[in-house]
């Protein structure tokens, strides 16, 4: 080898070579499926199982999609023109029973020409919880606005809501745009306001009803204000109480049927047995959720607390609701909730599934707000006492704001249970979405025998809202954790 | 605590206000006082409404006679029994189903949460579809699409018979082991030639056959323990460990196949008798969609539990027993598992729960559970709702609480043992 | 966030839904003082009780709260129609969530004492029956030896098909399900051999089939159900009401009054008894705590009962049930009004 030098061999090169392609089996296409697909032979297998299954899946599938039918008017027709269009014995969907009945899954029997209410409604919610909910990120907060406020306004036009009502709604989105790009904490107050406004929209009746109601909460809390200038604190707080008590019970519904009178503000009434379909199902679900938040903060600061008998019952409440399977609750808002309460007490059965719904998830909200509490690092807790605040103000000023804000995943997470739970409310007679409007719909004379097709349907709706939150929760998680590790 | 600053003052009213230790007290008495009010208001309440409808508050009912009809039952019963026998035998049913439901989704979803990790691009991806349809669809639509399959896709039990003109008819599955029917699911049965009958164990009936394996079982297990006792103090004098594997495989495989032998056990599988199988075991479909649907439904959630639990241990913990010299066995079980199961096993517990607080969604498919018996047929034939309704929540209540103690206790023995 | 704001939420809902308390007891201020008659229907059996797209219910059913509803209230339509399923039921009526229990249940000896309920009368006679497949070959019930019913689960039929059953040295494979709808999907796909319920829901069910003539049901009526409506036990006038409601719906067949000559006769009829029951003569209504033209507006509603049953199950619908035991006494049947007097 010594021999050989630079001198010797007739050629060298003085310049780099460009470098060559790497050989097909090292690159592209070919080098990801090697690497992904084929690195070995149990990889090999795998992916064949894989490839089977998909194959599988999507031969059966797939001709039932592709013969789907959407203009008929009764399932016999539907095959029929499955039958002519493909020849005799070939399945397809018939989604012509969607086509028809869409606004059965959608609303239930509410009344179609107010179903831009609770269209409206929804456009708003979101509007509602924007400050709260989407305050990470401004471009995902006006995203998340503009699609909801953009699809419920056509949505309202296309349902045909009178030209009045889409002046109001679309000024209503427009004013509360501003409010949250300009003042933001201002727009907390609509939250605050939403839920008033959300019942008197779904249910009708007049607006002074609600407006009364909210009176009540305003008299409570300008006593307590009062009480605690005076210095009274406690006291404060029982007379609010009882001043809210005293002015719902006997004052509001009289001044409230005053003002109707004076200026009369109603809209239609809808009773609750018209809910059903994804409205009912939402309805219970975000009522349940959002009342069961505030019961959910106090269970799990009674859980937190030192002050042993507190403790035990929030505990006691707790492993309780979390002990027996929801359709049991169900079962005893249907069947028992009747013997709790005064003789002659009898109240709408949606309203005490919600009540039953909203015991649920709170005794679930508080765990998923104990995990915030405890992922607090004591030095806050410690902070806020060598500060020498109350332990209420530490609450509220310190701990439960740090608390809640890291709690969201979780409570998204709740929501999206609570909501899929929302299908139980069909065992106890009330319109779901899954069963029982699907089989109202099936047993007519013209949809008799189509199962696959609603539940395709609703299955997807489901699919779409629930992925979407528990995307929005696993985002939330990922930004959090960013701020606080 | 801290000695209330108070301490060995005398007391005075105004402390109630201002001194924390009474303050305390006294906030605790209001509660207790509020909370027992209400109590006492919903109580009150129930009598007044029992007594206007003249209805009484006992629970004799559940001796009379049920009068109806369970079809799947784990222990013998006929309408002659009584409401209590029929609710046990809903109770074990709820039982059945939910043990089953926790072993099919585990291993469904151990498969699916190490398949999601895997390097292969499409399988991972499949898991990836497969974990994120159940979980975001309720549980209530799986049940009903997959007894719709059940009822509208699976071949009638005569279609499995092969024509005349000897074309066959419906293929079974599992080398000819299984046969899906739209009535039920035909599978091999367990049958014992030599069986002894029961014996009869602080005056319960139970089967000898059980009897027996338990014994041989517990046994094999006691030995098993003294083995490892033993190879553990030879490893830890002569530094070697005797190799023991293979006679803790044998001291549990020899006693239950020669059990076997003796009992002439056999698995005989179901074949097609006029219209309807027979030989086999006819598991009804209520609950073999239950079943299923629980399993896949909780396999998805278990997928994503242990797929965190993997990923939660760090690489460096593999590295670093790898640099200590232990080969990939140990690493794996004496490493990574530990810390993986410390992360899994409490959400796990919890998803197991979930399946058997949810395995009362049988009222869906008509399967005989503990809601269907006491909670169903029970409460309206005997208009006996409050009895019927606490009974069953406290039944359901028991078997949580049971089993949180049981976790809470794993939970204490396994924690991270820091500060 | 404010947290403070949701507690808001908590009382707000509650109270503008509104939380109705009434009089104990006294089912009829309740209903007059609500100004709706709350009726506990069936969720969805076709001919029976089943909403329409939008929400409109109908049926046999139906009618008898429409009767009622138009009696008490004088507006047929003033009624919300509870949908129960067959767990749910009777707790709905003594709980006091509907004042009236239309749902094709039986009136039986433990749901009319232990059950406290009272049973208002008759308004459809039935049997349990069985419908099995042409194709099976079987042509009685007793042929049924070993096979696979579906039934379901709360009702009595439950009950009278393990008694016959045993009675008759048989066995059966029950398979549970909890709707007809559920039902008619498992016959329909052959889970099962045979189905069992009322024969009026047999036929119901079998109309509504595609291929109706490959279904038979069986000659054998294994149990008598009669459907009554219910109400609840200890308000004798409010089960009154309910009573005198149907006889005056089945006494205007006998007596030749329709939904067509109602206002004619009420002024015209020399029939005495018609007199009476139509407010002509005498007040009647006033011994019901009713005004004088109650049984006048209850006909109107929807007819008599004869009408009724034309209308939504007779031979002219789809459903094609015969009258049967259902037909008046006068003409071989058991539907038999107590006199107006």
């Known amino acids: 080898m010594s021999e050989v030098h630079a001198e010797t061999v007739p050629f060298v090169r003085d310049t780099m070579l460009p470098s060559a392609a790497p050989p097909a089996r090292q690159s592209g296409v070919v080098l990801w499926l090697r690497e992904n697909l084929f690195s070995g032979p149990l990889n090999i297998l795998l992916t064949l199982a894989g490839l089977a299954a998909v194959w599988g899946i999507v031969s059966h599938l797939w001709p039932w999609f592709a013969h789907a039918v959407w203009n008929a008017s009764s399932i016999g027709e539907c095959r029929q023109i499955i039958a002519e269009r493909h020849g005799e014995g070939t399945t397809g969907a018939c989604f012509a029973i969607i086509r028809e009945r869409w606004n059965q899954f959608i609303f239930g029997f509410y009344p179609a020409e107010h179903y831009w209410r609770p269209t409206a409604v929804f456009g708003l919610m979101m509007f509602a919880v924007a400050p709260i909910l989407f305050s990470e990120s401004r471009r995902l907060r006006w995203t998340v606005l503009a699609v909801s406020a953009v699809t419920s306004f056509a949505a309202c036009v296309a349902l045909g809501a009178p030209d009045r009502v889409l002046l109001a709604v679309g000024a209503g989105f427009v004013a509360l745009a501003a409010l949250i790009e300009y003042a933001p904490r201002r727009a907390l107050a609509f939250s605050v306001l939403y839920p008033f406004l959300a019942v008197w929209m779904l249910w009708g009746g007049s607006i002074w009803s609600p407006i009364a109601v909210l009176a009540g909460f305003a008299l409570a809390l300008v006593v307590w204000r009062l009480g605690a200038r005076l210095g009274v604190g406690l006291l404060g707080l029982a007379l609010g109480v009882a001043a809210a008590v005293w002015w719902w019970a006997a004052l509001g519904p009289r001044v409230a049927a005053d003002l109707q009178g004076l200026m009369p503000l109603a809209l239609v009434p809808v009773e609750s047995r018209s809910f059903g379909g994804f409205l009912l199902a939402l309805t219970i679900g975000v009522s349940g959720i959002v009342m069961s938040l505030p019961l959910g903060i106090i269970l799990a600061l009674a859980r937190q607390s030192n002050l042993p008998v507190v403790r035990t019952l929030a505990v006691m409440f707790i492993e309780f609701i979390r002990g027996v399977p929801l359709i049991t609750l169900l079962f005893v808002a249907s069947i028992l909730l009747n013997y709790f309460l005064p003789p002659g007490t009898n109240f709408d059965i949606i309203l005490r599934v919600i009540i039953m719904v909203t015991l649920f998830a709170a005794a679930y909200m508080a765990e998923v707000i104990r995990g915030g509490l405890a992922a607090l690092p004591r030095g806050q807790y410690e902070g806020a006492d060598s500060l020498g605040l109350t332990y209420w103000q530490a609450q509220r000023l310190i701990i439960l704001p740090q608390a809640l804000k890291i709690s969201i995943p979780g409570i998204v997470g709740t929501f999206i249970g609570v909501f899929k739970d929302t299908t139980l409310v069909t065992f106890v007679g009330l319109f779901d979405p899954l069963k029982q409007m699907a089989d109202t719909i099936r047993a007519t004379f013209a949809w008799k025998g189509a199962y696959w097709e609603p539940y395709v349907f609703t299955g997807a709706i489901f699919f779409i809202l629930c992925f979407a939150m528990s995307r929005y929760a696993m985002y939330l998680e990922r930004r959090l954790k960013t701020d606080h590790r | ?419 | 966030m404010r947290y403070t704001a949701f507690l808001a939420t908590v009382a707000a809902s509650a109270l503008t839904a509104g939380v109705a308390l009434a009089a104990e007891g006294d089912t009829l201020a309740q209903v007059k003082q609500r100004g709706v008659l709350n009726c506990g229907v069936n969720t969805g059996l076709v001919g029976f009780a089943a909403p329409d797209a939008n929400g409109n219910w109908s049926g046999f059913d139906i009618a008898v709260c429409k009767a009622v509803a138009a009696a008490v209230l004088g507006d047929p339509s003033k009624v919300k129609y509870v949908p129960t399923t067959g767990q749910t039921r009777f707790t709905a009526l003594t709980s006091g969530e509907v004042d009236l229990l239309a749902r094709n249940s039986t009136w039986t000896f433990q749901r009319d004492t232990d059950l406290k309920m009272d049973f208002a009368g008759v308004n459809y006679y039935d049997g349990q029956g069985f419908m099995v497949r042409k194709d099976l070959g079987v042509s009685s019930a007793t042929e049924l030896d070993g096979a696979t019913i579906c039934i379901q689960t709360g009702t009595s039929t439950e009950l009278n098909l393990a008694d016959w059953f045993k009675a008759n040295n048989m066995t059966y494979q029950p398979v549970n399900i909890d709707s007809n709808a559920e039902g008619e999907q498992q016959y329909m796909a052959g889970a099962c051999d045979a189905y069992t319920t009322d024969a009026s829901g047999l036929a119901a069910t079998r109309a509504a089939f595609a291929d109706p003539d490959n279904h038979v049901i069986l000659p054998e009526i294994i149990s008598k159900e009669p459907l009554a409506p219910a109400t609840r036990h200890g308000d004798n006038n409010w089960t009154d009401i309910v009573r005198w409601t149907l006889y005056a719906l089945i006494s205007a067949e006998e007596y030749g009054v329709t939904s067509a000559n109602l206002d004619e006769l009420s002024r015209s009829s020399t029939n005495p008894d018609v007199q009476r029951m139509l407010g002509a003569t005498d007040d009647y209504g006033a011994m019901l705590g009713l005004d004088k033209e109650w049984a006048k507006r209850a006909i109107a509603a929807s007819g008599n009962y004869g009408e009724i049953f034309a209308a939504n199950i007779g031979e002219q619908t789809p459903i094609g049930l015969p009258r049967g035991l259902n037909a008046l006494w006068t003409q071989g049947g058991l539907m038999y009004a107590m006199p107006f007097r």
């Open chain 2, 1 to 419: 605590m801290a000695p209330a600053p108070g301490a060995g003052q005398p007391f005075r009213l105004s402390m109630l206000i201002h001194d924390r230790h009474y303050r305390a007290l006294l906030i605790q008495a209001l509660v207790f006082i509020l909370v027992m009010s209400v109590a006492s208001w919903l109580v009150n309440n129930t009598v007044q409404n029992l007594a206007r409808m003249g209805k009484t508050f006992d629970f004799g009912f559940l001796t009379n006679r049920s009068g109806y009809d369970i079809p799947f039952s784990l222990i013998p019963y006929d309408s002659n029994s009584t409401h209590l026998r029929a609710a046990m035998v809903g109770l074990l049913n709820t039982l059945l189903v939910s043990a089953l439901g926790c072993l099919f989704a585990t291993i469904l979803g151990v498969f699916a949460g190490v398949l999601r990790l895997s390097r292969n691009w499409l399988v991972a991806r499949l898991m990836t579809v497969y974990v994120e349809i159940f979980r975001n669809v309720p549980l209530l639509l799986w049940i009903l699409v997959i007894l719709a399959l059940f009822t509208e896709v699976m071949p009638a039990p005569r279609d499995y018979r092969v024509a005349e003109d000897g074309t066959a008819g419906a293929e079974m599955i599992l080398f000819g082991g299984i046969a899906p029917t739209n009535r039920y699911t035909a599978v091999p049965a367990i049958v014992a030639e030599h069986d002894p009958g029961p014996v009869t164990v602080l005056g319960l009936q139970i089967d000898a056959m059980v009897v027996a394996f338990a014994l041989a079982l517990l046994a094999a297990w006691m030995i098993h323990l003294w083995l490892r006792a033993w190879a553990q103090e030879r490893q830890d004098s002569t530094g070697r460990r005797p190799t023991t594997w293979w006679i803790s495989v044998l001291l549990y495989l020899l006693p239950i196949l020669g059990l076997m032998q003796l009992f002439g056990i056999h698995l005989v599988a179901p074949e097609l008798r006029g219209f309807n199988f027979a030989g086999g075991m006819n598991l009804d479909n209520g609950f073999v969609v239950l079943l299923l649907a629980l399993s896949l439904y909780t396999g998805a959630f278990i997928a994503e539990i242990v797929r965190a639990g993997i990923l939660a241990v760090s690489r460096g913990q593999t590295e670093a027993a790898a640099a200590l010299g232990l080969r990939p066995r140990p690493i794996m079980a004496l490493v990574v598992l530990p810390q993986a199961l410390r992360v899994i096993i409490p959400p796990l517990i919890s998803q197991f729960l979930n399946l058997t607080k949810n395995s009362s969604l049988a009222i869906a498919v008509g399967y005989p559970d503990l809601r269907a018996t006491l909670g169903g047929t029970t409460l309206n034939q005997t208009g006996r709702e409050m009895e019927s309704m606490i009974l069953m929540m406290g039944i359901y209540l028991a078997i949580s609480l049971i089993v949180s103690a049981v976790m809470n206790l794993y939970n204490s023995r396994v924690r991270l043992k820091e500060r």
